[in-house]
């Protein structure tokens, strides 16, 4: 299967946000029901306290049917658009870490993350061979290493982060009813 979402996926993931919200509204919010109107006939209940019993055995059912249909797509296209714009944003810092420390560079723009290495817990060691520019000769290969700590990449993974999170409609499709299931489990359960 591809990254399109089938009319399973989509019925299934509608019935637990719908489900979440109505759960959530209803320990939220204290909304109590006493009636319901169900085709057409209207049902008195005798007692609505279990009320809140039978949404959550419906929030955990659509919680697994959803789990079920979205495990059926194996890749979303998730991780390899963040992969993406991490790659993008990771090689400016490093282009800069490299122009600040080697002015002369002149292809800076063309390192391979495959090149970079953990040298601790808290570093990374960038190992490449890039050319300088020379007045008097043609540009000159050297190899280079420069260490920086990992920190200096945080902002390119919070920004790669907030882009998937925005613009990649594959985020609110597979992620995004997990994460509102995560938030009604918490404040009913947890919190």
């Known amino acids: 299967m591809g990254t399109e979402m089938t009319d399973g996926i989509i019925r299934q993931r ?6 979440s919200i109505i759960y959530f509204g209803f320990i ?5 029901i006493m009636s319901f109107t169900l085709f057409g ?3 008195e209940l005798a007692n609505s306290n279990n009320v ?3 949404i959550l055995f419906f929030w955990i059912y659509f919680l697994w049917r959803f789990y079920q249909y979205s495990t059926q797509i194996k890749n979303k296209g998730i991780a390899s658009a963040f ?3 991490y790659s993008k ?4 810092v490093i282009g800069k870490l490299i122009k600040r420390k080697y002015p002369d560079v002149s292809n800076e723009d063309t390192i391979s993350l495959s090149s970079l290495e953990s040298s601790s817990v808290l570093t990374y060691t960038l190992k490449c061979s890039l050319l300088f520019a020379s007045e008097r000769h043609s ?7 420069i260490e920086f ?8 993974w919070l920004r790669s982060s907030l882009s998937l999170i925005i613009h990649e409609p594959r985020f609110s499709d597979y992620i995004l009813p997990y994460i509102v299931a995560a938030l009604v489990f918490m404040y009913s359960f947890v919190l």
């Open 41 to 43: 006939a209207k049902i």
């Open 28 to 32: 939220f919010l204290g909304i109590e």
């Open 89 to 92: 944003l990771t090689k400016l």
């Open 52 to 54: 809140s019993e039978v």
């Open 139 to 145: 540009p000159e290969e050297r190899n280079i290493e």
């Open 83 to 85: 992969n993406a714009s």
């Open 14 to 19: 509608r019935n637990l946000l719908v489900c």
């Open 149 to 156: 700590f990992r920190i200096r990449l945080l902002g390119s």
